[in-house]
């Protein structure tokens, strides 16, 4: 993922806020709205955009854009700020491919204490029970 390209490829919309501002918000554009459309991105390799289309399936509509939005502040700077790193923090945590399992086996040592805590803990528990009287 070549990011600063992906920079260039942003659409930016300013619409007003329901957020915090009281007076301020009804009169100016707070709010922003980043879109990118993944798919016809050049900043992504192919195997990135299909892996980005399967993971954010229910993010990015059907012709491939994916829309962030942000009206936490006032000023509309702080918000396009926010919606960057939001960005940023999505793509890298859904490109990053997850390592895969080694299988492994338990030591004999781990096994033999596991089967001897068995061992105890069966004994302590049948020690509970009241003593059979025979006649």
């Not at 195997?47 to 399967?54: F, G, M, V």
């Not at 061992?119 to 049948?126: I, V």
Request: aromatic content about 2%.
């Amino acid at each position: 993922m070549q990011f600063e390209k992906l920079l260039s490829e942003i659409t930016w919309k300013a619409v007003k806020s329901s957020g915090p501002g009281g007076q301020h918000v009804n009169k100016t554009a707070s709010k922003i709205e980043l879109s990118i459309n993944i798919l016809t991105s050049e900043a992504f390799s192919e195997n990135e955009k299909q892996l980005l289309t399967r993971r954010l399936s229910n993010r990015i509509s059907e012709s491939g854009m994916l829309i962030i939005q942000c009206s936490e502040s006032r000023s509309q700077h702080r918000n396009k700020k926010i919606a960057i790193k939001r960005l940023e923090e999505l793509l890298k945590g859904n490109l990053t491919v997850a390592k895969a399992r080694k299988k492994s086996k338990p030591s004999k040592s781990a096994i033999e204490k596991r089967l001897k805590a068995k061992k105890e803990q069966g004994l302590k528990k049948s020690r509970r029970k009241p003593p059979k009287l025979d006649p």
